[in-house]
Nanobody, 130 residues
Framework: QLQLVESGGGLVQPGGSLRLSCGAT????????????IGWFRQAPGKEREAVSC????????TYVDAVKGRFTIARENAKNTVYLHMNSLKPEDTAVYYC???????????????????WGQGTQVNVSS
């Protein structure tokens, strides 16, 4: 059973950068994140959850919500079994809890429906404030 763990959140000033990490844990045989489509999502207080970015299992297909295009980058580091969300030029409106999610898949391009993601992490808080 795949379990996901996010890390890297924190408090940053507007214009700053953070790197979020999404790692895999499992009780038994280690599961590879490159066997899964990975999505990053965020939810701000009082708002609905929003899909931020997606990467196919190969990493060849990536998508971003318009609000973060040119500022965020999703990237896989298979040697560390980790998917990152590099966030630059952060704005106060980026403040939210960020979640990663996974769907086992080979070859499907992003994006996919949010409801297709069956495994979710616990989230990491990002606060952008001066």
């Amino acid at each position: 059973q795949l379990q996901l763990v996010e890390s890297g959140g924190g408090l940053v000033q507007p214009g700053g950068s953070l790197r979020l990490s999404c790692g895999a844990t499992s009780a038994a045989t280690p599961l590879r994140l490159d066997d899964y489509i990975i999505g990053w999502f965020r939810q701000a207080p009082g708002k609905e959850r929003e899909a931020v970015s997606c990467t196919s299992n190969s990493g060849d297909s990536t998508t971003y919500v318009d609000a973060v295009k040119g500022r965020f980058t999703i990237a896989r580091e298979n040697a560390k079994n980790t998917v990152y969300l590099h966030m630059n030029s952060l704005k106060p409106e980026d403040t939210a809890v960020y979640y990663c999610a996974a769907k086992p898949d080979f070859g499907t391009n992003c994006p996919i429906p949010t409801k297709a993601f069956g495994v979710w992490g616990q989230g990491t808080q990002v606060n952008v404030s001066s």
